[in-house]
């Protein structure tokens, strides 16, 4: 009998086909909110569920007695209780490896505008102020032949830092990271305490995913350890870093700048101290969102959810274990 999966993201219509022989997919259009009653009386009734951008808490669970997996578009899975779903048998999969070097161009994409202020001096000459060339004060940095400090050397940092390393000739610095011999001998990178790293790069780079341990990891402690011509860049998620102390140190110039794909609470609220500062890049979560990876992402989920539904092994799950408790 095909089983109830709710349907929460953009699959194409083949991804659909290739679920359907298994699945009754269940599009209800709307954010997955268990509060809400038509959401309510589909998980009552859900096997599964595929897709991204909503939370999993034991509540949630009690909504949705019947469920058996879930599988993600993101590989972050931040926003997911996993020892709750454990605890319940609920297979989560994410979907790591598909987005890794589109996020990568991402970081970069940020590292450059930051650095090269794209952003603002594209404004600055859409508002017809290039009346002569921009002088001292509109330069920008170098990026070529500094150090990259890479908070978190995972799958993506170590996209970053090769790109970085072989592309830019930079000094790749890093920390919070296994050691990893094999990019210490490809990049000549090298392994350091987060202090030694903050003090010392010109681009700090945040790549570890939000756990407790990383949450507020950079506040204004750190903030204040970087030197005033660093650059934070960060794609990995907004509560890594405290927000509040990051604008206190864009204001105060003890930073110069930031380029962030990622904030505390999204969609940015419009009145955002950050949206103020010149010295910032702001983007809207895009580490992932080209055409072809987010294609690829929903694929991963897709095949993750088949082949679970078909009683084979997933390809990417995060609590293997829950399968046992089915
Ligand atoms: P990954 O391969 O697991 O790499 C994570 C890195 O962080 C590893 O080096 C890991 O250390 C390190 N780390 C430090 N503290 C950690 C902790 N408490 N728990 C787990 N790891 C810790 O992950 P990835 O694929 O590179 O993705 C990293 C994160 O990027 C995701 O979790 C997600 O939040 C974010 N992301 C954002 C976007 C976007 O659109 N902006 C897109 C994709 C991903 P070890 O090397 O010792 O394991």
Known sequence: MKKNIIVAGQLSEA?????????????????????DAEVKAALADAHGIIGSGFTIDDAFLDAAPKLKAVTLFSVGYDTMD??????????????????????ADLAFTLIMSSAR???????????????????????????????LGMVGLGRIGAAVAR????????????????????????????????DEL????????????????????????????????????????GKVVDEAALIEALKAGTIRGAGLDVFEQE???????????????ALPHIGSATSETRLAMAQRAVDNLTRFLQGQPPISPVNAEALNQQ
């Open 198 to 237: 903050l003090a010392e790069s010109d681009f700090v780079c945040l790549t570890v995913p939000l756990t407790r341990k990383t949450e507020k990891l950079i506040g204004a402690e750190q903030l204040a350890q970087m030197k005033d011509s660093a650059l934070l860049v960060n794609i990995s998620r």
């Open 117 to 147: 202020r794209v952003v603002e001096l594209a404004e600055w000459v859409k508002a017809g102020k290039w009346q002569k060339s921009p002088g001292p004060e509109l330069y920008g940095s170098d990026i070529h032949g500094k150090t």
């Open 163 to 194: 790109r970085g390393a072989l592309g830019f000739g930079m000094k790749v610095r890093y920390a919070l990271s296994s050691p990893k011999p094999d990019l210490e001998r490809e990049l000549g990178a090298t392994r350091c305490e987060l």
């Open 267 to 281: 969609p940015l609220p419009a009145d955002s101290p950050l949206l103020a500062l010149p010295n910032v890049v």
């Open 82 to 103: 996993v020892d709750a779903l454990s605890k319940r048998g609920v297979l989560l999969c994410n979907a790591p490896d598909v987005l890794t070097e589109t996020t």
């Open 15 to 35: 991804q659909r086909q290739e679920l359907e022989p298994h699945a009754h997919l269940i599009d209800l259009g709307k954010p997955l909110n268990a509060d």
